[in-house]
């Protein structure tokens, strides 16, 4: 599987973006898929996640009521809504994917990774 983010930008706080991840590989459907962030000089954090089904979605606390994950897999492309933008937002953006099917927070359990998107909220 590879994966292909984009939608990043520079944007004002209190905005909004939307991150696009698209997927190559007919399996697509059947992975986990997740979103990550790595703000400079901090370690990587998980944002969010949902499940191969779509039936059950993770969300960090703090982006919870901001940030929305979604996917279609008719598409093979999986989106992160995110709404009321801060400063503290600003980061790296990834998205990856797990064969393991169930939404999760673990890094470690995703087998493929997209180059990033950069997303940057003045202040």
């Known amino acids: 599987v590879q994966l292909q983010a984009s939608g990043g930008g520079l944007v004002q706080a209190g905005g909004s973006l939307r991150l696009s991840c698209a997927a190559s590989?007919?399996?697509?459907?059947?992975?986990?898929l997740g979103w990550f962030r790595q703000a400079p000089g901090k370690e990587r954090e998980f944002v969010a996640a949902i499940s191969w089904s779509d039936i059950s979605t993770a969300i960090t606390d703090s982006v919870a009521g901001r940030f929305t994950i979604s996917r279609d897999n008719a598409k093979n492309t999986v989106w992160l809504q995110m709404n009321s933008l801060k400063p503290e937002d600003t980061a790296v953006y990834y998205c990856a994917a797990s064969t393991r099917m169930v939404a999760s927070s673990v890094a470690e359990r995703y087998e493929y990774w997209g180059q990033g998107t950069q997303v940057t909220v003045s202040s």
């Open positions: 590989g007919r399996l697509f459907s059947s992975y986990a």
